[in-house]
């Protein structure tokens, strides 16, 4: 392997991690997206079709006005269609129209899409690839050409696949990207045909690529297969977003070709912003990260056990693989009932709270944990909460209010085919001193206790007025119990810069979710007060 070897990155989020089922992206959503990208050092951003739909026309048309600062934007389209010239098919005139300096085109390789699909010859398909492909590089265009089904084209037809690949190649195509359309290809496959393919092709070799969906798991050991067959540009998108089961996840693939195999991607700063981006792209189109996800899940460097944890401490190198810092990502130390000292000590290190193992409340916060995760607490999801049973072990949780006692009554209101549930709480606190009843309304229970404790609490503390709830969750601890089980209810809350999650459990799901909120609050001034981080 060559340790200098360049691999280019051409991401292909905006368009085909868009065809995922749930992500839907605006304009605006698309050029966010495109700018931290950008920002990255990614050297290809493909943008969309342009004329498939008005959305990506305006987006090269923004791009056009305020142009990214490094990265090659582009536009993707297929070939000319059957019995129409390249010149006059408006596909590939709204993708001139794009302005882009590259186009990707993509054309079929599997003769049973061309006689099914496209009803047409296996001669004038061949014809299609090379007259569009002339085409766009007459009008000053560098083009990349995907063959579509590589692989099952040429496990199908081999001889026929070759003969598309290089009447690309003969037209001008720069690139010729390897398609795993179906995603069903195993990596001795990839290693086999791409090996037999390039004995074909002219020497020296042309620029290859690869392009590879996850329907069988195996996007990235395809995408990596090639790479080690010589391809040198690697399609993929942020967070593995795709059709079906998606594309093969530039998270993963980057850090593994770049500090496991030698290759240049990103630069240093560039690799340090990855776990940043992916959760950036998470948050714009409206889906929570993979905790679990390779490299830069929230989990990817979590220690839980309490051996691990011990060992961890002593030489980050014997439970990571690599150090988190290199992909902008950190180790957390996981606080459970297979927790140790170790866990306490490191997670009160964090906390800002000084503690020794020696100390006999270190053993105490240990036992007492392991008690309470017996009991259906799981801190290891509520690290916020844990921070408070830690400050009152150790004498430093201050009461900043007392509960007197609450009453949510709840009707059902409306037709029984389209009803709502109204609820109306009434809570009592006693606040530095002063007895405060508070009243209020909300579409349920939970909404209407945690407005009336509100209510009650920012005269004094206004800056509860800044909190809300970004997420709340409920877990049947004891299914068998029916109606009746124990239930975990999970809050996480913003105050619009930082996140913290707190819990309840109890058989009661109100008084469940009232311990959440409680807490919720408690540690939002917690914040305030102590400039603490977010957990």
Same mark, same amino acid.
């Given at each position: 392997?060559?340790?200098?070897?360049?691999?280019?990155?051409?991401?292909?989020?905006?368009?085909?991690?868009?065809?995922?089922?749930?992500?839907?992206?605006?304009?605006?959503?698309?050029?966010?997206?495109?700018?931290?990208?950008?920002?990255?050092?990614?050297?290809?951003?493909?943008? &969309?079709?342009?004329? #498939?739909?008005?959305?990506?026309?305006?987006?090269?048309?923004?791009?056009?006005?305020?142009?990214?600062?490094? #990265?090659?934007?582009?536009?993707?389209?297929?070939?000319?269609?059957?019995?129409?010239?390249?010149?006059?098919?408006?596909?590939?005139?709204?993708?001139?129209?794009?302005?882009?300096?590259?186009?990707?085109?993509?054309?079929?390789?599997?003769?049973?899409?061309?006689?099914?699909?496209?009803?047409?010859?296996?001669? @004038?398909?061949?014809?299609?690839?090379?007259?569009?492909?002339?085409?766009? =590089?007459?009008?000053?265009?560098?083009?990349?050409?995907?063959?579509?089904?590589?692989? %099952?084209?040429?496990?199908?037809?081999?001889?026929?696949?070759?003969?598309?690949?290089?009447?690309?190649?003969?037209?001008?195509?720069?690139?010729?990207?390897?398609?795993?359309?179906?995603?069903?290809?195993?990596?001795?496959?990839?290693?086999?045909? =791409?090996?037999?393919?390039?004995?074909?092709?002219?020497?020296?070799?042309?620029?290859?690529?690869?392009?590879?969906?996850?329907?069988?798991?195996?996007?990235?050991?395809?995408?990596?297969?090639?790479?080690? $067959?010589?391809?040198?540009?690697?399609?993929?998108?942020?967070?593995?977003?795709?059709?079906?089961?998606?594309?093969?996840?530039?998270?993963?693939?980057?850090?593994?070709? $770049?500090?496991?195999?030698?290759?240049?991607?990103?630069?240093?700063?560039?690799?340090?912003?990855?776990?940043?981006?992916?959760?950036?792209?998470?948050?714009?189109?409206?889906?929570?990260?993979?905790?679990?996800?390779?490299?830069?899940?929230?989990?990817?460097?979590?220690?839980?056990?309490?051996?691990?944890?011990?060992?961890?401490?002593?030489?980050?190198?014997?439970?990571?693989?690599?150090?988190?810092?290199?992909?902008?990502?950190?180790?957390?130390?996981?606080?459970?009932?297979?927790?140790?000292?170790?866990?306490?000590?490191?997670? #009160?290190?964090?906390? &800002?709270?000084?503690?020794?193992? %020696?100390?006999?409340?270190?053993?105490?916060?240990?036992?007492?944990?392991?008690?309470?995760?017996?009991?259906?607490?799981?801190?290891?999801?509520?690290?916020?909460?844990?921070?408070?049973?830690?400050?009152?072990?150790?004498?430093?949780?201050?009461?900043?209010?007392?509960?007197?006692?609450?009453?949510?009554?709840?009707?059902?209101?409306?037709?029984?085919?389209?009803?709502?549930?109204?609820?109306? #709480?009434?809570?009592?606190?006693?606040?530095?001193?002063?007895?405060?009843?508070?009243?209020? @309304?909300?579409? &349920?229970?939970?909404?209407?206790?945690?407005?009336?404790?509100?209510?009650?609490?920012?005269?004094?503390?206004?800056?509860?007025?800044?909190?809300?709830?970004?997420?709340?969750?409920?877990?049947?601890?004891?299914?068998?119990?029916?109606?009746?089980?124990?239930?975990?209810?999970? =809050?996480?809350?913003?105050?619009?810069?930082?996140?913290?999650?707190?819990?309840?459990?109890?058989?009661?799901?109100? $008084?469940?979710?009232? $311990?959440?909120?409680?807490?919720?609050?408690?540690?939002?001034?917690?914040?305030?007060?102590?400039?603490?981080?977010?957990?």
């Amino acid at each position: 392997m060559n340790n200098s070897q360049k691999v280019w990155i051409y991401d292909t989020t905006l368009r085909d991690g868009s065809q995922r089922e749930g992500i839907s992206l605006s304009l605006e959503d698309k050029l966010k997206i495109a700018r931290k990208l950008d920002e990255m050092g990614i050297p290809f951003i493909e943008g &969309g079709w342009p004329g #498939a739909n008005p959305k990506d026309v305006q987006f090269f048309w923004q791009l056009q006005e305020q142009s990214l600062k490094q #990265a090659e934007v582009v536009a993707f389209c297929s070939t000319r269609r059957p019995g129409k010239l390249a010149s006059e098919d408006p596909l590939l005139k709204a993708i001139l129209a794009a302005g882009t300096k590259w186009v990707t085109i993509f054309g079929k390789t599997w003769d049973l899409h061309v006689t099914e699909s496209l009803k047409t010859t296996l001669e @004038e398909n061949l014809e299609m690839i090379r007259d569009s492909i002339e085409y766009l =590089i007459s009008q000053g265009r560098r083009v990349i050409y995907d063959a579509e089904h590589w692989f %099952d084209g040429y496990k199908a037809n081999p001889e026929y696949a070759l003969k598309t690949l290089k009447t690309a190649l003969e037209a001008g195509a720069e690139w010729l990207v390897f398609c795993d359309t179906n995603g069903g290809t195993l990596p001795h496959e990839i290693t086999e045909i =791409i090996a037999e393919v390039v004995k074909e092709l002219p020497q020296p070799w042309p620029q290859l690529g690869i392009h590879t969906h996850n329907d069988g798991g195996t996007a990235v050991a395809n995408a990596i297969a090639s790479v080690l $067959q010589g391809v040198t540009m690697i399609q993929g998108t942020f967070n593995g977003y795709g059709e079906r089961c998606g594309n093969a996840n530039l998270c993963t693939l980057i850090p593994n070709l $770049q500090l496991k195999m030698g290759y240049k991607c990103l630069g240093k700063n560039e690799l340090e912003k990855l776990t940043s981006t992916s959760r950036f792209i998470s948050e714009i189109v409206n889906l929570a990260p993979d905790d679990h996800a390779p490299f830069i899940g929230k989990s990817a460097f979590a220690h839980k056990g309490g051996i691990h944890v011990s060992a961890v401490q002593k030489n980050p190198l014997t439970y990571e693989h690599i150090q988190p810092e290199l992909i902008g990502n950190e180790r957390r130390i996981v606080i459970s009932d297979q927790s140790g000292l170790s866990n306490v000590l490191s997670k #009160a290190n964090t906390f &800002g709270i000084d503690l020794n193992k %020696d100390d006999p409340q270190c053993r105490d916060i240990l036992d007492h944990l392991k008690v309470l995760e017996n009991e259906g607490y799981q801190f290891e999801a509520a690290e916020a909460s844990f921070e408070l049973l830690m400050r009152e072990a150790l004498g430093k949780r201050q009461a900043m209010f007392e509960l007197k006692g609450f009453q949510v009554h709840c009707d059902l209101l409306g037709e029984l085919d389209n009803n709502y549930i109204n609820a109306l #709480a009434t809570i009592k606190v006693k606040v530095k001193g002063e007895e405060m009843l508070e009243v209020a @309304e909300g579409n &349920g229970p939970v909404s209407a206790l945690d407005a009336a404790l509100r209510k009650a609490l920012v005269k004094f503390y206004p800056e509860i007025a800044n909190f809300h709830l970004t997420d709340y969750k409920v877990r049947i601890l004891d299914g068998g119990a029916g109606t009746s089980a124990k239930t975990r209810v999970l =809050i996480e809350s913003s105050n619009g810069q930082q996140r913290w999650t707190t819990l309840g459990v109890s058989t009661n799901i109100i $008084q469940a979710s009232y $311990q959440a909120i409680v807490e919720a609050i408690e540690y939002g001034l917690l914040l305030k007060e102590t400039s603490l981080t977010t957990v």
